[in-house]
């Protein structure tokens, strides 16, 4: 008796593990671009909002170098938000307070995708917290939008060019 229940949990914990194992080979990165622009002449602690133009999703080409489809795809998330300052050269996110990015299609509603509140930097690169959201529907689509809150702690004085790349987790199903 005791060993058909030592058999059990055996082939449970292998059972488990190699799932995991199988996901880890059906998952891979799918990284993306954009950048947005902070006008300047907002007033300090005032709240504004950034929307970026459509943000192509080069999902359906991703997908194909990985040997899958959108149909096969089980779940996306972000595992990683980094913000640079690419003009003016010599600025630093010093100015900002707090930022909030969220994620919408034509065909799906808005979500938060990354953030960063009480921002203490002197550096012109910001790590954002991702958010734990399923992002499959946004992954593939054809396109995107992104939305960006933003809070300052300065007066802006020019424009300040960002860029921010985006790196989701991809995980597929094998049939």
Same mark, same amino acid.
Do not use: W
């Given at each position: 008796?005791?060993?058909?229940?030592?058999? #059990?949990?055996?082939?449970?914990?292998?059972?488990?593990? =190699?799932? /995991?194992?199988? *996901?880890?080979?059906?998952?891979?990165? @799918? &990284?993306?671009?954009?950048?947005?622009?902070?006008?300047?002449?907002?007033?300090?602690?005032?709240?504004?909002?950034?929307?970026?133009?459509?943000?192509?999703?080069?999902?359906?080409?991703?997908?194909?170098?990985?040997?899958?489809?959108?149909?096969?795809?089980?779940?996306?998330?972000?595992?990683?938000?980094?913000?640079?300052?690419?003009?003016?050269?010599?600025?630093?996110? #010093?100015?900002?307070?707090?930022?909030?990015?969220?994620? =919408?299609? /034509?065909?799906? *509603?808005?979500?938060?995708?990354?953030? @960063? &509140?009480?921002?203490?930097?002197?550096?012109?690169?910001?790590?954002?917290?991702?958010?734990?959201?399923?992002?499959?529907?946004?992954?593939?689509?054809?396109?995107?939008?992104?939305?960006?809150?933003?809070?300052?702690?300065?007066?802006?004085?020019?424009?300040?060019?960002?860029?921010?790349?985006?790196?989701?987790?991809?995980?597929?199903?094998?049939?």
């Amino acid at each position: 008796m005791k060993t058909k229940i030592y058999l #059990s949990i055996v082939a449970a914990l292998l059972l488990i593990t =190699s799932c /995991n194992v199988i *996901d880890d080979l059906l998952t891979f990165s @799918l &990284d993306n671009q954009t950048t947005v622009t902070i006008p300047s002449g907002f007033p300090v602690n005032t709240a504004f909002n950034l929307v970026t133009p459509d943000v192509p999703s080069n999902s359906s080409t991703e997908f194909k170098n990985n040997n899958t489809n959108a149909e096969l795809v089980k779940d996306v998330k972000l595992s990683e938000m980094k913000l640079t300052i690419t003009n003016p050269a010599n600025k630093s996110f #010093s100015f900002l307070k707090s930022i909030h990015i969220y994620i =919408s299609t /034509n065909n799906s *509603d808005e979500i938060e995708l990354a953030f @960063l &509140d009480d921002i203490n930097s002197t550096s012109n690169t910001l790590n954002l917290t991702c958010t734990t959201s399923k992002l499959d529907t946004y992954i593939k689509a054809s396109s995107f939008k992104l939305r960006t809150e933003v809070l300052t702690k300065e007066t802006i004085t020019q424009d300040i060019s960002v860029k921010a790349d985006m790196k989701f987790r991809v995980t597929a199903d094998p049939f």
